[in-house]
């Protein structure tokens, strides 16, 4: 067996053990409707996930302005591509606690607009991605609009929830310090965030082997 | 540097005199802008809304008209040289750095112009008071300023892209919106008269410009010459 199927085997292992654990060794939070606070181990990591899938895009997209290799244009595309899945269910995972916590799905607070305009910027660079048809330039412009982004993301995860009224747990938690939150909750969640890194990794280097192979048969094609 | 400002506003001062041959952005910004604002003024009116929801109110159906006028017309200065095919002319014309601030003053020419028509006209029709006028205008100036940067450079991507119309609202949207949350929360500070929050709202948006001007700056050239 190979490492690489060993490491697959016991990612699998332990994120059964996560959700096992989430479900039955932590306590329903204070403060918060019924069981309502377990989101947390499942809606953290995909909005960590898409925000690092969404780093990873626009890192890879300055690479290959630098190094104008195809390789990097790949990475950059496929971790899009992921982070808009994680996008959606850190969203609908969202959803439902705030469904449950405050009566509605979806109330435009500050933190789900940012959100929101995560999914939107996802969505508009795999179309700009999808209009573009020579390759080199389709690299190159969506590695543009993906920096653009970049920098507009700061504005809406960190200014805009800073200025205006939200309704989002996470910064009571901050404010009250981390001695206050019960330390099962910091476990399972930590190991819920490296469960799930791991899984998106695992995504993340299989689609950017697909990628190749297709550009490699691509290529093929024209060669002869 | 008094070369690339000169041929900067060559650039601008070409794209203005061809604009005014043909008026197709000009028009599709105020003949948009009017026709909303005619409908808005038409179904809500100086008096539909309660008072206590009119700052707010106002100014998002302010912004709102503002944005998507802009959309309508701000992605002609690129899409205008690839349709007439004289962009690789300008590529050998002139260096990219001019070509962009060239581009940007002609979008800001056409957003100033924009703003100076349709804020006073918006305000008089649906009655909007702005209590800190002084802080409202530098908030208008700051944040036409930055739509017009953004606008810029997303004409310029869409122009080299095979289906151009939509893919300017689409592209550009995402990258306005934390600008359309700050001019919005501003405008409406600025017309109930709460001056710490129009205060931060005009920070945000002078952060903004300049990380902006700076990103597209740097990037511009990538497009233009890829």
């Known amino acids: ?224 | 540097m008094w070369r690339l400002l000169a041929e900067a506003l060559a650039v601008a001062g070409k794209d203005l005199r061809a604009e005014f041959r043909t008026r197709v952005a000009l028009n599709a910004l105020g003949l948009f802008a009017l026709t909303v604002l005619a409908a808005v003024s038409y179904t809500v009116g100086p008096y539909r809304i309660a008072t206590a929801d009119r700052p707010f109110l106002l100014a998002v159906l302010l912004w709102i008209v503002v944005f998507f006028a802009a959309l309508a017309g701000l992605d002609r200065s690129f899409v205008k040289e690839e349709e007439s095919h004289t962009a690789p002319l300008l590529r050998l014309a002139a260096s990219p750095a001019a070509v962009w601030f060239g581009k940007l003053l002609f979008n800001l020419v056409l957003i100033y112009a924009l703003m100076a028509m349709l804020v006073p006209l918006f305000c008089i029709l649906m009655g909007y008071r702005i209590v800190l006028l002084p802080a409202f205008l530098a908030l208008l100036v700051l944040g036409g300023y930055t739509l017009a940067v953004v606008t810029t450079i997303i004409a310029a991507i869409i122009a080299r892209a095979l289906t151009r119309g939509a893919l300017f609202s689409v592209l550009s949207l995402p990258l306005l919106l934390p600008l359309l949350i700050f001019l919005i929360q501003g405008t409406a500070a600025a017309a109930d008269g709460t001056a710490e929050t129009l205060a931060s709202s005009i920070r945000a948006v002078f952060s903004m410009a300049g990380i902006m001007t700076i990103v597209s700056a740097a990037l511009f050239p990538v497009v233009w010459t890829d």
Request: hydrophobic share 55%; net charge positive; glycine share 6%.
């Open chain 1, 1 to 224: 067996m190979r490492i690489a199927d060993v490491l697959k085997w016991l990612l699998l292992v332990w994120l059964a053990l996560t959700i096992v654990a989430a479900f039955f060794y932590v306590h329903p939070a204070e403060g918060f409707i019924g069981e309502s606070s377990r989101i947390v181990f499942f809606h953290v990591p995909m909005a960590w996930i898409a925000v690092l899938a969404f780093l990873i895009s626009c890192v890879a997209s300055v690479r290959y302005l630098m190094r104008r290799e195809p390789k990097d244009d790949i990475r950059a595309a496929v971790a899009a591509g992921l982070g808009l899945l994680f996008a959606v269910l850190a969203t609908t995972t969202g959803a439902v606690f705030a469904r449950i916590m405050w009566g509605a799905f979806w109330n435009w607070d500050p933190r789900q607009t940012s959100i929101a305009i995560l999914l939107l910027i996802y969505a508009a660079y795999l179309a700009l991605r999808g209009a573009v048809g020579d390759p080199e330039r389709r690299a190159s412009l969506s590695a543009v609009y993906a920096i653009l982004a970049f920098v507009t993301v700061p504005f809406l995860v960190f200014v805009v929830p800073r200025i205006y009224w939200s309704l989002h747990p996470d910064t009571i938690i901050n404010t009250r310090g981390a001695n206050e939150f019960d330390p099962r909750y910091t476990q399972v969640l930590m190991a819920s965030l490296a469960g799930f890194t791991g899984l998106f990794v695992w995504l993340y280097t299989i689609g950017c082997r697909i990628e190749a192979i297709r550009l490699r048969r691509h290529q093929e094609a024209l060669d002869d």
